[in-house]
């Protein structure tokens, strides 16, 4: 048995059915939670994935930076080649 953080409402989860990480709904309240421990099993509110699509949006800004940095390097190669 888990405990909803949100309502305290009592979860019936099986520690061998979920992995650290894993996100999973209360029954009671509908709060999206996610599993922070497993023996005994813990629950804490899963993050917005709003919160995630941002770290997203920043993971991609970041690849394109280094994109762009290849080109340029590639583009000074070019020069001494010539």
């Not at 996100?23 to 709060?31: A, D, M, N, R, T």
């Not at 099993?41 to 699509?53: G, N, S, T, Y």
Request: aromatic residues 2%.
């Amino acid at each position: 048995m888990a405990i909803c953080p949100e309502c305290d409402a009592e979860i019936e989860v099986d520690e061998f059915d979920v992995d650290k990480g894993d996100q999973l709904s209360c029954p009671e309240c509908g709060s999206n939670l996610e599993v922070t421990g497993l023996s005994p099993i813990e629950l804490d509110i899963a993050p917005d994935d709003d919160e995630e699509d941002d770290d997203d949006e920043l993971e991609d800004d970041d690849e394109e930076d280094l994109e762009d940095d290849d080109e340029e390097e590639d583009e000074e190669d070019k020069d001494w080649d010539e």
